[in-house]
């Protein structure tokens, strides 16, 4: 069944031996070159520190993180932030909040967060993280909190294949489901039930997961009578075993002894001998038919960190859907692989590069399109990036004085108290669009006034309020919101405002920096 096409495309070259960020800038230069496309400039210091702490740690920059990287004079400072970031608990915790809407959906909040970010904090390879969400134990410590990805999907055994062809290996396989793909001849019924033959004997066990030692996969073809289904993997790969079929009475009966008898002990029956899971796990890491996994992280961390994918749609990885820089991908997969699949060491290669810090404005009147990667893309704020960069906004500077320590505990804390808000607003999509509810949020909403726009002790207003120099305090409220210095248009504007509202001081504060919270410029990531 093995496709030879399909082979072909996913083949890995060898391993370059050029850091990360050079194989990513020689590939992106070698195609706008032979393009002819003139690349946007670099983004400058405020674009950019903004930029990788949004990015890397899901929040704004503080006005003395900005102050610190923009006046350095070190050759080095750039690769010293992004350490500093990488080794900060943000990076974790944020990462972790990514992946965990990768791997759900769009939705957050479960407890697999838990387990991600204690995985993501050690540093645990993207293949060791795979193995645990597939293969949980409970009663493992260092793995609480896996077992709730597959969980919530056990009830739907086709929803459960499609999830983690998707999630692991960027194919979605669904379209396979009812007949052979129309589309792309990769995919066939015996690619979607041969996945599915890996996951189709895990069943809920009163809230525990477990596994039957044997089952069968059926299938009725468009045409000819009904099949039964091989252990296969996307390319094609099997595994032969015998417990590709179906129970007898005798065996039937001592299964469901067992079953019931788990559910009184309320504990899950003990793990089979031969677990078709844990063959899908590994087949999918072998080093013949472990390409679609290396390039699927590949592709989803590039479209993290880029906004496009290499590949795009995220899902559509097959032999008629080529990357945008084929070589590229395939280098990046082969060094992943290499390394062990070291997601720290991937991220750090990639906002290393001069393709990830390019400015997002383009001057000239055409503008090149997207997959060339010769200018940065908006990128819309996630919940949690836009409610924890409202609430370092809103807070007086000085609130970010003190030892490192101290301010990253401030940090996590203005994070914890954002989730609540940040569950106002929708998760984006490639095609984002603010919508009704986040507008009328904006707008109408108390939440926004008692969070982010009081007066207090500590907030950005109640130091507002107490400057005497009017052009100062302007000055204080662009550069904490939008992480750079006002413009003198912006400023006139401001003092236009202001002293159209000298009999309202207080609420002319409050809407100036209403203003600057909800603009485009913070709504992005640019």
Known sequence: MRSLCLLAALALPALAADPVGTV???????????????????????????????????????TQETHSYVQSKEPDKRSKLIDRLIASPGFSRYQAYLFEAMLNDGKTGSGLREYLTKALATNKPWDAIFRDLLLPDDADAAKKGAGEFLKPKLSDADKLTNDVSVAFFGVNVSCAQCHDHPNVADWTQDHFYGMKSFLARTYDAGGAIAERASGVVKFKPTKGPERQAKLMFLTGATVNTDTVRELNKDEQKKQKEAEEQAKKDKKAPPPPAFSARAELVKVALQPKESEFFAKSIVNRLWHRFFGIGLVTPL????????????????????????????????????????????????????????ASFAVAQL?????????????????????????????????????????GFAGSIAMPTDNFQIGVSEALLFSNSDKVLKEFLTDGNGSLLGRVKAEKDAATAHKLLVRTTLCRPATDTELKALADYAGRRTDRPTDANKQMLWALMTCPEFRFNH
């Open 24 to 62: 990513i800038d020689r590939h992106i230069d070698a195609r706008l070159r032979a393009e002819s496309i003139t690349p946007a400039p670099q983004a400058d210091d405020f674009t950019l520190v903004r930029r990788l702490t949004l990015d890397l740690v899901g929040r704004i920059p503080t």
């Open 315 to 370: 899902d559509q990885m097959h032999s008629a859907n080529k990357p945008s820089h084929p070589e590229l991908l395939n280098e990046l997969a082969a060094d992943v692989t290499a390394n062990k699949y070291d997601l720290k060491r991937l991220i750090r290669g990639l906002v290393m590069s001069q393709a990830y810090s390019r400015a997002s404005k383009y001057t000239s009147e055409s503008h090149p399109e997207l």
């Open 379 to 419: 990128k819309p704020l996630t919940p949690i990036q836009l409610a924890t960069s409202l609430k370092i906004a809103a807070a007086d500077p000085k609130t970010f004085d003190g030892k490192p320590d101290e301010v990253e505990k401030k940090l996590e804390q203005m994070e914890a108290s954002a989730r």
